[in-house]
């Protein structure tokens, strides 16, 4: 027979996709020698086994559960369901994977009638006694049974109001007797039967109710967010309860063995005395920072510290540990490697490293690429935040900077962010329904809650920016306003929110780029000496590719000279090219655009130094380029001494029903060869005059779009090397330059190896070998792939992330047979593709030298490409 049940001592850190991750650790902390409260896990297995029999909870597996429970009894000489001394469990979800979404914790099971009494007399603690039960009481109808938590707020309100209290803790023994017997007529109502007070049921039901909440919809949207698989299951916890709720000597807190928003190296969290886990999480009591600790309890206070230490060493990583006092001793609930921010990703990981805990390759691993984004990207204008208009400050719960209108709802951030805005979401405090809301967010405010809230934890998770537990502001979510001072904004009103400080700021404020220095540096150091992939760019300005060596660029890997002419300047000459209506006229309009291209190439060479640079001759889709207004035909018909309707007609020919298929790329060649022999020219001339000027050795890489075959290739580039031979006889000095193309038609890739008789090298264009390969239109095919990918189709779009069974089988077809021809050829990917981690990886295994990608995803690129050599070991 299966075994469904381990004891903590059965169980190690190894065995999490079993024991889910928190009753994995909970096993390795009791193998640790750390006091934790005995228990047992219920095994994911189990949860699979539940949803295989129709959500039913077996015999057999009842029968593990209760003899596991004996066993407790044992270690503690305690018996569930005594009436004088009774053993009370928690039971907790634990699956795999973390995730927020599934049930809460349900404390103090095993109270009824009976029990609280026996609870009372053992610790001599009426009020204590009957807390608990009234918690758990409400704990249980809510969590396990569904019914809402407002209607026991709204007794337990309603006795306060009655008595004239103003906190939890006035309320008596006799107080709280009357509210559970309140509390277990709402649960009749709802459940239409008495309030189980047979233990054993009691903790059935619960059970049941976790692996239930497996496939809550909460759940189940927080696994598609996060790419979690949605068979796994999850595990259950029971735990022998500890009490931080004993009176002044007990308490409870959560704490990371370093800082989770910085990664400091030192103890960050909070506490409460006399309180519940609940308490603190919820964030209704505002907890203390765990130094104060020190002072309330310094034994206490140094035990904790060393044992953190201890944990950390042990997995070697930053713990997020959960700890309750009873009675001056301290037992430890929870451990897990903490969540944090990117910023502190980084320099936790390569602190370790420096501290000799883990090697490079393990620091590389631990940074997500996706998480990488967060910190690339920009923070507040110093100049500019000094003049905005501070309104409130609350906790730094998620660090970054975020504009947007506000949205007090959720739902109404979703359908916000669908229409195109920016959104701040804007809560009292944020619960679990609210994660799709948070995920369109720019930023999240809330007025309650610590840096442990969910608000909190939730957004640096998602590495959002969050400002938390702001009590200057108040928070009307009914009727849409949020109130500081003696003002109001509204839904709609926009606000800046600074994750790093805490601070709220009217309207926009501007933002600039993130300063990538220390460990950063480091970290990309690491990465550079694992990687094997070389990482590019794609710019087409000087200030672009500068920005890419900021970020580690290492070259240019695609300079879409189409670009270079996107401005109100240069169109007009660029539209004369095209629109010439003889070869007289073409001439005129290269030769004006030859100095502008040749300044544009010393530039880029400049910024670039001796790197790499490869230079994408013209792939205009024509429909990008023709005037379409009458007052633009007119200017331009002027300018060309040519009438209205003449160039209409010239404009009017070249009309295309689909311009992404029609003539460009290398097509306008075939037709035009003198605008390649222009931008060669230019190239070259400018390579030349870099090169002397600055005593450079450079190799000007030109690359040839959109070539289809062999035959297209040999007659562009005969063109290409005349004018660059009557270049060098003209300055009567030669430099060495390459030729290739990119593979970016179906057609070239699977005849690689004629093409590569006349490439030197070959860049994968897979914007548009996904576009050809699949027969999708880049420009159309958003409004479709949505439906691909609900009906799991595909499971993302194939613009994103490489469609590697098709698209990558086109691309291993030509590398093949490009190496078959040409052993040494040069092989990169330049479109969009070449920043996108999974994609990079399979970059990696089929052996290309290099990625290009938007400057602002090298770093992204990078990791990726490290990440790649460390898998593939
Ligand atoms: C490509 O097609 O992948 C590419 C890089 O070229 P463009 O996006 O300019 O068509
Ligand atoms: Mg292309």
């Given at each position: 027979m299966k075994k469904y049940v381990y004891s903590f001592q059965e169980g190690t850190k190894d065995m999490k996709s079993l024991l889910g991750g928190k009753g994995a650790n909970l096993a390795e902390m009791t193998n640790l020698g750390l006091s934790v409260p005995p228990g047992f896990t219920i095994t994911t297995e189990a949860c699979i086994e539940f949803y295989n029999q129709n959500k039913e909870i077996s015999d057999e597996l009842m029968e593990e559960i209760k003899k596991n429970v004996t066993l407790v009894e044992q270690q503690l000489g305690k018996k569930f369901a005594d009436k004088d001394q009774p053993l009370l469990f928690s039971v907790r979800s634990g699956a795999v994977i973390s995730m927020p979404g599934m049930m809460d914790t349900i404390l103090n099971l095993g109270l009824n009638d009976e029990t609280v009494v026996g609870l009372a007399k053992s610790t001599d603690n009426e009020r204590f006694a009957y807390d608990s039960y009234r918690r758990f009481i409400q704990m249980f109808s809510d969590v396990a049974m569904g019914i809402s938590k407002s209607r026991f707020d709204y007794v337990l309100d309603g006795k306060k109001e009655e008595k004239g209290y103003k906190e939890d803790p006035e309320l008596t023994a006799e107080d709280l007797k009357d509210i559970i017997e309140k509390y277990k007529m709402i649960y009749l109502e709802e459940m239409k039967e008495e309030f189980p007070q047979d233990p054993m049921k009691q903790l059935y039901l619960a059970v049941k109710a976790v692996f239930s909440s497996w496939n809550n919809a909460r759940a189940i949207t927080y696994r598609n967010l996060n790419g979690?698989?949605?068979?796994?299951g999850t595990a259950v916890n029971v735990q022998s309860m500890v009490f931080g709720?004993?009176?002044?000597d007990s308490g409870t807190g959560v704490a990371f063995s370093r800082n989770p928003a910085d990664g400091t190296n030192k103890i960050f969290g909070e506490f409460l005395m006399n309180a519940q886990g609940e308490d603190v999480v919820a964030g209704i009591r505002t907890p203390k920072s765990i130094d104060e600790l020190k002072t309330v309890m310094p034994a206490i206070y140094d035990e904790f510290i060393s044992s953190a230490k201890k944990l950390e060493q042990h997995y070697r990583d930053m713990q997020d540990i959960e700890f309750t006092i009873q009675n001056e001793k301290l037992f430890f609930l929870q451990t897990r490697n903490g969540k944090r921010t990117a910023k502190a990703a980084i320099n936790v990981a390569v602190d370790l490293v420096e501290e000799g805990l883990i090697t490079k390759e393990e620091a590389v691993m631990r940074i997500e690429p996706a998480q990488l984004d967060n910190i690339l990207h920009p923070n507040f204008d110093e100049k500019e935040l000094k003049k905005a208009v501070r309104i409130a400050k609350g906790l730094p719960a998620s660090p970054g900077a975020a504009s947007g209108k506000v949205y007090f709802y959720a739902e109404d951030v979703v359908a916000a962010k669908e229409r195109g805005e920016q959104c701040i979401l804007v809560r009292q405090e944020t619960s679990p329904e609210d994660i799709e809301g948070m995920n369109s967010a720019e930023g999240i405010l809330t007025a309650r809650g610590g840096m442990t809230s969910h608000a909190a934890v939730v957004a640096r998770g998602m590495g959002k920016c969050c400002v938390a537990g702001c009590q200057e502001i108040r928070v009307d979510e009914e009727s849409k306003v949020l109130k500081y001072a003696d003002k109001e904004i509204h839904e709609g009103d926009v606000i800046s929110l600074n994750g790093s400080t805490g601070e709220v700021y009217l309207g926009d404020v501007k933002k600039v780029n993130a300063e990538l220095t220390g460990n950063f540096k480091k970290l990309m150091g690491y990465i550079d000496e694992i990687k094997r992939l070389g990482v590019r760019t794609n710019a087409d300005t000087p200030r672009d590719a500068k920005t890419a060596i900021d970020f580690g660029a290492e070259g240019i890997g695609l300079c879409r000279t189409e670009h270079m002419f996107f401005n109100e300047d240069r169109i007009p000459k660029v539209r004369r090219m095209i629109l010439a209506k003889t070869a007289e006229m073409r001439q005129k309009a290269l030769d004006e655009l030859l100095p502008l291209q040749r300044e544009d190439f010393i530039g880029i060479y400049e910024v670039m130094e001796q790197r790499a640079v490869t230079v994408r001759l013209l792939d205009p889709p024509l429909h990008e380029f023709l005037p379409t207004t009458k007052e633009d035909i007119q200017e331009l018909a002027d300018s060309m001494g040519i009438t209205f309707d003449e160039l209409r007609d010239v404009v009017n020919s070249l009309h295309e029903v689909n311009p992404m298929l029609g003539h460009r790329g290398c097509r306008l060649a075939v037709t035009y060869p003198e605008i390649y022999r222009m931008q060669a020219r230019a190239i070259i001339e400018a390579a030349l005059e870099v090169s002397s000027k600055k005593d450079y050795d450079l190799v000007p890489e030109i690359m040839v779009p959109l070539i289809g075959s062999e035959k297209e290739l040999k007659f562009v580039k005969s063109h290409i090397v005349d004018e660059i031979e009557k270049v060098f006889a003209e300055k009567g000095k030669t430099i060495k330059y390459l030729i290739g193309t990119m593979i970016e038609i179906p057609r070239a890739a699977i005849t690689a190896d004629e093409i590569a008789r006349e490439a030197e090298f070959f860049s994968f264009g897979t914007n548009d070998l996904t576009q050809m390969g699949f027969g999708f239109s880049r420009d159309d095919a958003g409004k479709f792939l949505g439906e691909y990918e609900a009906n799991e189709i595909l499971e993302v779009s194939p613009f994103e992330a490489i469609d590697q069974d098709g698209i990558g089988k086109l691309m291993k077809i030509a590398v093949k047979l490009g190496k078959e021809t040409r052993p040494d050829i040069h092989l990169g990917i330049c479109g969009e593709h070449g920043g996108e981690p999974s994609s990079v990886e399979f970059c990696h295994s089929i052996g290309l030298d290099y990625v290009s990608c938007s400057p602002y995803r090298v770093p992204i690129a990078k990791l990726a490409a490290a990440q790649a050599v460390v898998k593939s070991k």
């Open positions: 979690i698989a949605h068979d796994l709720n004993m009176g002044n």
